[in-house]
């Protein structure tokens, strides 16, 4: 195991792995920009903390959170 960062790519896959399993979604049905998820690499985020926050800036729910009436 190498401390070597994750590829782009393979950050991305994670980000759409962690979406998948919280919001049912991935960043193409979220409309969200490869230059925001390059951004959260950049800084540092783990793919799961960048996915916690799209909740609050994309007005993402859960898959357990309740939704309004179908």
Same mark, same amino acid.
């Given at each position: 195991?190498? =401390? %070597?960062?994750?590829?782009?790519? #393979?950050?991305?896959?994670?980000? =759409?792995?962690?979406?998948?399993?919280?919001?049912?979604? #991935?960043?193409? #049905?979220?409309?969200? #920009?490869?230059?925001?998820?390059?951004?959260?690499?950049? %800084?540092?985020?783990?793919? %799961?903390?960048?996915?916690?926050?799209?909740?609050?800036?994309?007005?993402?729910?859960?898959?357990?959170?309740?939704?309004?009436?179908?």
């Amino acid at each position: 195991m190498t =401390d %070597e960062p994750l590829s782009f790519i #393979d950050y991305w896959t994670a980000v =759409d792995t962690a979406m998948m399993t919280l919001f049912g979604i #991935d960043t193409m #049905d979220a409309d969200i #920009d490869p230059d925001i998820v390059a951004g959260a690499q950049e %800084e540092g985020c783990t793919p %799961e903390d960048f996915v916690r926050s799209l909740s609050g800036t994309h007005g993402l729910k859960t898959i357990d959170e309740p939704r309004g009436q179908p």
